[in-house]
């Protein structure tokens, strides 16, 4: 599927809701090759890079299976 959605918590709006937090997705379904490129579009102030991911090794994936 290839799609993700990007949400925007605020903390201490008007609204009443769980613990204070309101939630807005800014963009509810877009492709994951473009998110990055939308929030730099909209927040030009901040500069967003997708992460750079290591796989695991598989002796050390046990640490994490426990």
């Avoid at 949400?7 to 877009?30: A, C, D, H, M, N």
């Amino acid at each position: 599927m290839n799609r993700g959605s990007i949400e925007i918590i605020l903390i201490g709006g008007q609204e009443k809701t769980e613990r204070g937090l309101s939630r807005v997705y800014l963009f509810p379904l877009i492709p994951l090759a473009n998110d990055y490129k939308e929030l730099n579009r909209f927040l030009p102030t901040f500069n967003f890079y997708p992460p750079e991911l290591t796989l695991v090794s598989k002796e050390r994936l046990i640490y994490f299976w426990r």
